[in-house]
């Protein structure tokens, strides 16, 4: 068992201060008029951190928004199982929304919408700095890609991409609430879920100037293409 020192100790206090500030932001924040009005509450990241592995999905349903947690029912639980068979159980991976409130009608978030909650999204990723981050669904994958190739055109293919000041692989694959109806999807999460040893083992990819980044504006917000 690695023995944990002072410093190690003192580190991992300042991130859980880090992390109890980040989450203590995005639960009072009001930026999205329409979502304040129809949300519960605000769904913040959970699970391990610091993570190897991030899986990001897309806003949270009626469920989530209920609970306070991110991708739960059925759909959480069909993650949890493709997840456990490639190795990876779902206390050492950190999930979260793209968006951290419900929208109204359970429509996709607005533009705006995204990019506001992007500071979110981004502080999450500087605290647990993964090596790969999952971009659960087409909505998600659009986002974090910058561009409108659809997810069956995009699933399995990672590539580089950085948030912030962290540079990971981006796995696109199906979203589990489109795989519940569609066995065939089911198959290729899997086989998306299953490649995640064989990426975190690379290691973090190199960031250099002409690597691709997530599509950040000049504002510090995710844009929607
Ligand atoms: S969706 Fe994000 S940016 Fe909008 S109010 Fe909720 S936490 Fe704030």
């Not at 981050?133 to 055109?153: E, H, M, N, Q, W």
Request: charged content about 20%; hydrophobic content about 45%; proline content about 9%.
């Amino acid at each position: 068992m690695r023995r944990r020192t002072i410093a190690t100790v003192a580190d991992e206090q300042a991130r859980d201060a880090a992390f109890e500030v980040a989450r203590t932001r995005a639960r009072t924040c009001t930026r999205c008029p329409a979502l304040v009005a129809s949300r519960s509450g605000v769904v913040v990241g959970a699970d391990a951190a610091p993570a190897d592995v991030l899986l990001v999905s897309g806003a949270p349903g009626a469920d989530e928004d209920a609970l306070g947690l991110p991708l739960v029912g059925q759909a959480g639980q069909l993650v949890d199982r493709l997840l456990g068979e490639a190795g990876f159980p779902r206390v050492g991976v950190f999930v979260t929304p793209l968006v951290k409130c419900l929208a109204p009608g359970n429509r996709d978030p607005s533009p705006p919408e995204v990019a506001h909650c992007s500071e979110h999204l981004v502080a999450e990723v500087e605290l647990v700095r993964p090596l790969v981050v999952v971009a659960l669904g087409g909505f998600v994958t659009k986002v974090l890609r910058g561009d409108v190739a659809s997810i069956r055109a995009r699933r399995g293919r990672e590539e580089p991409r950085t948030l912030g000041t962290v540079t990971f692989w981006l796995l696109p694959a199906f979203h589990p609430a489109a795989a519940l109806y569609a066995p065939a999807l089911v198959e290729q999460l899997r086989a998306d879920l299953a490649r995640l040893p064989e990426l975190v083992a690379r290691g973090r990819p190199e960031a250099s100037p002409s690597a691709p980044r997530a599509p950040v504006t000049e504002s510090g917000q995710l844009g929607l293409f």
